[in-house]
């Protein structure tokens, strides 16, 4: 029997999740642990029991759906948060088409050697802490990071988890049993614009960036923008403008990674007065570990150099740092046979965006599938996937999850 997921259930239920978080001035927000977040969890929560699978939310929020019975699992998934003004594809159309995939088996019923489950990871996006929700499940957390953790707008974590009901020394334990998982699989689209440009529907992901985030502080002298000669001022904004250039300089000339200032709070913030403060949020990526450590060395001496140039204080808060991994060649070559078998074109590829699979990847077996974005656009409004790659990059999950889970109807 050769299983199918339906394109339409899968369609429809990716249009319902959008509703959550849309904003009228264009795109979505579901900020994790946010009303809207919640809400949306709510949804998928109901839409797994409805389909008849296991539900259960742990103390990090993540939301899990399974299929079959205790030990380890195959597991599938994704996110469903988003970025400020972000899209309908990033992360949900993992979990969508995880719920499709295991509903099609919980109504098809093929024999099965392992159980199966879905996960909806929190805060993958890091509002608060990047991929909290699939750190949390492998016990890769610090309690030290979540006193610290905190949001754009300066809403502590703990705040924001008692919200839901959740808590911190909670979150801590939050991890799944050891070798509760078998394997791990994330359907995505591809976030750039390769997979389009060479029209091939299917890319297989080989490894996966490191990621690096860090919130600075420029501290100058606040003061009247009328009165004050330039030559006297200690002004935070150009400090960090000039950082903000250098090192994009500096990694366009040293490294095939990235470098994005994606925030400055400007204080106190107006017209007549001299800035006295800014806060930048400030993230770099590499492939190699070794370069990824060398921006950083390259960036926080460019900070001190500039700060003392200008006369600003300068501070620098490590907030996240995420390895680059290789994921696994068995589940490559699982995904590789069962895209040729399904006639899909596909090509290996290097993930320039992070995902919870590059958490996963240390403890258990992980691989990725990307389909194309158009016009390689993601966290924006403008995000968009062909709906016939989304049904084929839905399908090829479905065929490599019944590979994974030894199912019989996966040879038919
Ligand atoms: C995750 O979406 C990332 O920022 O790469
Ligand atoms: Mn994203
Ligand atoms: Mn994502």
Request: proline share 4%; glycine share 10%; charged share 20%.
């Amino acid at each position: 029997m050769r299983l199918a997921i339906d394109p339409f259930r899968l369609r429809k239920n990716m249009e319902e999740l959008a509703e959550f978080g849309w904003e009228s001035t264009g795109g979505i927000w579901r900020e994790s642990f946010g009303a809207a977040d919640q809400a949306a969890k709510q949804w998928l929560i109901a839409k797994i029991e409805a389909a008849r699978l296991h539900a259960r939310q742990d103390a990090a929020g993540n939301v899990w759906g399974r299929l079959g019975p205790a030990g380890p699992a195959v597991l599938v998934g994704s996110h469903i948060d988003t970025v400020p003004a972000g899209g309908m594809f990033d992360g949900a159309l993992g979990v969508v088409a995880a719920l499709e995939c295991l509903q099609t088996i919980r109504e098809q019923k093929p024999a099965l050697g392992h159980p199966l489950e879905m996960v909806a990871f929190s805060d993958e996006e890091g509002a608060f802490l990047s991929f909290l929700g699939s750190r949390a499940a492998v016990g890769a957390l610090r309690r030290e990071e979540l006193a610290e953790a905190q949001n754009m707008q300066g809403v502590p974590l703990a705040q924001a988890l008692a919200a839901c009901g959740l808590n911190v020394a909670e979150l801590l334990r939050a991890r799944s049993t050891p070798h509760a998982i078998r394997a791990y699989l994330e359907l995505h689209i591809e976030q750039g614009p390769r997979l389009e440009a060479a029209q091939i529907p299917i890319g297989i992901v080989r490894t996966i960036v490191g990621i690096a985030a860090y919130r600075i502080t420029f501290q100058g002298e606040a003061n009247h923008a009328g009165t004050t000669p330039l030559a006297v001022r200690k002004d935070a904004l150009l400090g960090a403008a000039e950082f903000a250039l250098q090192v994009d300089a500096w990694v366009r000339s040293h490294t095939l990674g990235v470098v994005t200032v994606g925030n400055m709070d400007v204080l106190p913030g107006a017209f007549n007065i001299v800035p006295g403060e800014v806060r930048l949020a400030l993230e770099f990526r590499e492939a190699s570990s070794a370069q990824l450590a060398s921006m950083e060395q390259a960036i926080l001496q460019i900070g001190a150099e500039v700060a003392h140039q200008r006369n600003l204080g300068f501070r620098a808060q490590k907030l996240s740092w995420d390895e680059p991994v290789a994921l696994s060649p068995a589940i490559i070559a699982v995904i590789r046979q069962e895209a040729d078998a399904l006639g899909l074109k596909f090509q290996l590829m290097d993930s320039g965006a992070g995902h919870d699979a590059q958490i996963l990847a240390p403890q258990t077996e992980a691989g990725m599938i990307f389909i194309p974005s158009l016009q390689g656009k993601s966290h924006c409004p403008q995000e968009n996937s062909r709906w016939e790659h989304i049904e084929q990059g839905a399908q090829l999950l479905l065929n490599c999850l019944l590979r994974l889970a030894g199912s019989e109807s996966a040879k038919a």
